[in-house]
């Protein structure tokens, strides 16, 4: 299984939602990330865990949560989201190498639209 | 901080005629390079990288990438192309990092260069 799955594939939601996306992997990859893609744009990463804890934070706005619940899972919680924040949301993850680093593996993303 | 640019926004070229997209890098020292291709609305998929070694590398459906450090390039080529082939392309670069580190995948990505092919 080489897989990095997301769900779900399309999502609208109100500026006073709360939902999440999740993302899975059963590679037996550590580190797993958040990427944001605007339209013709490239992607600009969000977030990084290795291990399960959180290594990076690209100054994400707070309205953005992530949540690594198990080697295997990834979360990203949204809440009180503008519409700037529409997006494909794309999750990807890697094995850690100390003094190297292996390729990403990423899902095929969820297109957020808030309204 | 590493920046990538690809020149070309837009390219179209007919089916079976030669590729080549353009990459160019800014970094201190040799990063690691990689070409992704995006269909519209999925994920990326890494078509190759470059870490070290031979300096010609080849990829999956039938891509290559030369690096030439003294032009800091790493272009994409395909001899033949297929209409399939028609999507968006980001060269991308990993800063190497040493000491026991790790860079934690956090690639910078060119703006991408969109290709048609036409029939």
């Known amino acids: 299984d080489t897989e990095v799955t997301q769900t779900p594939k399309h999502l609208v939601m109100g500026m006073t939602n709360k939902k999440s996306l999740k993302c899975e992997q059963h590679m037996g990859h550590r580190a797993m990330y958040w990427y944001k893609q605007k339209a013709k744009k490239p992607p600009e990463l969000m977030f990084v865990y290795s291990y399960e804890k959180l290594s990076i934070n690209e100054s994400v706005p707070s309205r953005f949560s992530p949540e690594c619940p198990n080697s295997s899972l990834l979360n990203l919680h949204l809440h009180a989201l503008q519409p700037e924040d529409s997006a494909l949301y794309l999750c990807?993850?890697?094995?850690?190498?100390?003094?190297?680093?292996?390729?990403?593996?990423f899902g095929s993303g969820t297109q957020l639209s808030v309204l | 901080a590493q920046s990538v640019t690809q020149p070309d926004i837009h390219i179209t070229v007919s089916e079976g005629a030669s590729l080549e997209l353009r990459c160019n890098y800014s970094?201190?020292?040799?990063?690691?390079l990689f070409w992704y291709v995006q269909s519209p609305g999925q994920g990326l998929q890494l078509l190759l990288k470059?870490?070290?070694?031979?300096?010609l590398v080849q990829g999956i459906k039938g891509f290559e990438a030369e690096f030439k450090r003294s032009q800091s390039s790493f272009n994409l080529r395909k001899p033949s192309v297929h209409w399939s082939d028609a999507a968006e392309y980001f060269c991308a670069v990993l800063p190497i990092t040493y000491a026991g580190g790790t860079s934690y995948g956090k690639l910078t990505f060119g703006q991408g260069t969109i290709l048609t092919v036409h029939p």
């Open positions: 470059y870490f070290s070694g031979d300096t």
């Open positions: 990807a993850s890697s094995q850690p190498r100390e003094g190297s680093n292996e390729k990403l593996f």
């Open positions: 970094y201190g020292a040799t990063p690691y």
